[in-house]
């Protein structure tokens, strides 16, 4: 174990003027001031194909995953679409599980065009506590994301702040003691089963 933790930020977004990717290289860029080494994961040019139970590494997912084992700490970026997380962040969630997330710092961003994305994010926290994550309790919301950026960068302080506290946070408590699997946990017995 080291003193300086791997985060790795996983963009649910494949746009190419991404407000979640924004967002996520402020997170990223504070866990590096925390003392993270830090990897983006953009599955924009990624082969990943639609989750099959029965073909479990087509494409890049194998590459992905490990990338999520390697990983000491998770984020988790979504726009919201119909009140959850995007389609291209529940593919990669539906082929992770415990070896990427068990016992493991997630923390969670989410950006929304309208109100708090925040039934997104419960979405997110419910699946990262199924899968044994330790799901952060500070987490970062952007409602309204077309009017919260001018040429990448923030133009509101306090958002700013937020969204850079979470790159703090998962830094501070990337090492984190586990607490007992919860009832979530013990339930989700897999697909395998």
């Known amino acids: 174990m080291t003193d300086a933790p791997h985060v790795v930020a996983v963009c649910g977004s494949l746009r190419d003027e991404s407000y979640t990717r924004t967002a996520l290289f402020h997170v990223l860029a504070e866990a590096e001031l925390a003392g993270a080494t830090t990897e983006l994961v953009d599955l924009r040019g990624m082969d990943i194909p639609l989750f099959d139970a029965d073909k479990r590494e087509p494409g890049d997912v194998p590459a992905l995953m490990q990338t999520l084992q390697d990983a000491d700490a998770i984020v988790l970026g ?24 068990d016992e493991k710092t997630v923390g969670l961003l989410a950006v929304s065009g309208g109100r708090f994305p925040t039934t997104a994010l419960e979405h997110l926290r419910s699946v990262g506590r199924s899968l044994g994550a330790w799901v952060l309790p500070h987490q970062a919301a952007i409602p309204g994301v077309r009017d919260q950026f001018y040429d990448g960068e923030f133009v509101d302080e306090e958002m700013e702040k937020r969204v850079r506290t979470l790159g703090r946070r998962v830094v501070q408590f990337w090492n984190i003691e586990a607490d007992p699997r919860t009832a979530e946990r013990e339930e989700n017995v897999g697909a395998d089963d």
Do not use: V, W
Request: proline share 8%; glycine share 8%.
């Open 78 to 101: 979504t726009p919201m679409y119909h009140g959850s997380y995007s389609s291209p962040l529940k593919t990669i969630l539906d082929y992770a599980g415990f070896d990427e997330f």
